[in-house]
Nanobody, 122 residues
Framework: QVQLVESGGGLVQAGGSLRLSCAAS????????MGWFRQAPGKEREFVAA????????SYADSVKGRFTISRDNAENTVYLQMNSLKPEDTAVYYC???????????????WGQGTQVTVSS
């Protein structure tokens, strides 16, 4: 059974940083791409970043490009999202997801975590 468990969310002031982690179990981590999505109140879940199986390929939403960095440690079965220069509009529940391709769309991912809240105050 695949499990994805996010951690690292919290409350931070605008301009600050947070590092999210997502620990995966249940199948061979290095065989799957990983993604981060977020959902703000009243809005649809949107793509944030994705990373390929080896970590050599990444993709970012325009809204976070240059501020967020996705990485992974296949030995630790963990994917990370380093978030710098945070803005109030980054406030959302952040979800990690696992899929077979370096996807930008929700349907391209098979499994999802429960999410971790990130709140950025102005």
């Amino acid at each position: 059974q695949v499990q994805l468990v996010e951690s690292g969310g919290g409350l931070v002031q605008a301009g600050g940083s947070l590092r999210l982690s997502c620990a995966a179990s249940g199948r061979t981590f290095s065989s799957y791409s990983m993604g981060w999505f977020r959902q703000a109140p009243g809005k649809e879940r949107e793509f944030v970043a994705a990373i390929s199986r080896s970590g050599s390929g990444t993709s970012y939403a325009d809204s976070v490009k240059g501020r967020f960095t996705i990485s992974r440690d296949n030995a630790e079965n963990t994917v990370y999202l380093q978030m710098n220069s945070l803005k109030p509009e980054d406030t959302a529940v952040y979800y990690c997801a696992q899929g077979t391709i370096l996807g930008l769309r929700r349907y391209e991912y098979d499994y999802w975590g429960q999410g971790t809240q990130v709140t950025v105050s102005s």
